[in-house]
């Protein structure tokens, strides 16, 4: 019994989470003497996503990628089902400007219940005792 519940587990593909947002965006301050340097960039991740799994998420790690720059977003907390989570994020991305798209790629959840899910094993893994 308990092998069949891992074959059945182990079909799932896609992400329980959804991300709809992922974007940086530069901010330019504009020095007002030209002897004090060139204008301060500040940049942020607008990161908007959605669990779609019965189960609360409480750890969400993104994978995000800017103009081949890759850094790792985590995001904790209680994510139920269906609700939209929106975030602004601080991010290290000034000097990096690029026409390609930003990416915000999941890769890995933890649940409430205990069980994970990693996109390197494409499925959700849960931690069961044999009877």
Known sequence: MLQLLSLAVGLTVSSP????????????EPVALEEFGPPIAYSSLALDFRNTDDSVATRVTFDVTHGGKHTTVVESGRFSKGVLIERNISADYADVYSRQPDTCAVASIAFADGRRWTASASGITASATPR
């Open 17 to 28: 989470v959804i991300v709809s947002t992922c974007r940086v965006t530069n901010i330019y």
